[in-house]
């Protein structure tokens, strides 16, 4: 067996041991949009589908099923050259690649607890981009949410910021965001406490986002960070750590491996402020 049949037999291993692994562990249906996000070097159409899935067995039964889909279409400047390109005394030269695009990502998870107890959760989320030159872009997004297991009966966002690319190498990409958004949200609260349900803040919002591809682009690595606080009270705050490993398996098919760790300073009333999530999911891309 030559090496790179071994090699590949070892990824499909991995691939295959981490698969069952995930079968013990609570999957997670929320996406990071930073880690959906894909670059779009030519104009037109791309697509992406998630599934996941857990199952426990014994003192405790769980059983949870989740889905997510990503579509996105990127298109060039009216004028048919990119501003990267403009930018560039030999514009014959330069890269001539989409410098707009927007993509709309949904996921659902639903989960069952002991035969009697039903959770379910949803994200939506869309966003334009629009590249200004080679390193800075402007972005504008709007946001659906609810998560019954944070009492979130509702939570719908707006916002607009600035995208700056720090590090661009052949293998690794870091970015900084930043921007403005208004969120409100309606919490499943007891009935004592039902003026607290409904509330609107104005938050800034702020993320450093770390990618690495392998060599051979088989493997994938995206590190992302947020920081959102309160304009007005600055010890309300989220930070969500979100990381993305991504095994090609096969043409278009990938295992992906996430772990999230969000807090929330100021949850609502029996919810814990710290929540660690690891979850597996099959990625196809058309």
């Not at 199952?55 to 990503?70: K, M, V």
């Not at 989220?238 to 999230?260: H, K, P």
């Not at 710290?274 to 999911?281: A, G, I, K």
Request: aromatic content about 8%; charged content about 25%.
């Amino acid at each position: 067996m030559n090496r790179a049949r071994r090699c590949a037999l070892a990824v499909r291993l991995l691939a295959a041991l981490a698969t069952v692994t995930s079968l013990t562990l609570p999957a997670a249906a929320q996406v990071n949009t930073e880690s959906m996000r894909v670059g779009a070097e030519a104009p037109g159409w791309a697509s992406t589908i998630d599934l996941s899935s857990s199952l426990q067995r014994g003192n405790t039964e769980r059983d949870i099923l989740g889905a997510g889909a990503r579509v996105q279409y990127a298109w060039m400047h009216p004028n048919g050259v990119s501003d990267r390109a403009q930018e560039s005394t030999d514009g014959e030269d330069a890269p001539k690649r989409p410098t707009n695009v927007i993509f709309l990502m949904s996921n659902y998870s639903f989960t069952r607890l002991n035969e009697s107890r039903f959770v379910n959760n949803a994200l939506s989320h869309l966003r334009f981009i629009r590249e200004h030159s080679g390193r800075f872009s402007y972005e504008v997004f709007g946001q659906h949410q609810f998560n019954e297991f944070t009492r979130l009966e509702q939570r719908l966002l707006f916002g607009g910021g600035g995208r700056f690319q720090v590090l661009e190498s052949p293998r690794a990409e870091v970015f900084l965001g930043t921007g403005y958004m208004l969120e409100r949200e309606t919490l499943d609260l007891p009935a004592e406490l039902a003026d607290a349900r409904r509330s609107e803040h104005h938050r800034s919002t702020n993320y450093l986002t770390v990618r690495y591809n392998s060599r051979d682009e088989r493997l994938r690595l995206v590190e992302t960070l947020y920081l959102q606080t309160r304009f007005d009270r600055v010890e309300d705050y989220r930070v969500l750590s979100e990381t993305s490993f991504e095994i090609q398996l096969l043409r278009g098919l990938a295992l992906a491996i996430n772990l999230n760790v969000a807090h929330d300073s100021e949850p609502p009333i029996g919810v814990k402020e710290t929540d660690v999530v690891l979850s597996n999911s099959l990625r196809y891309s058309f």
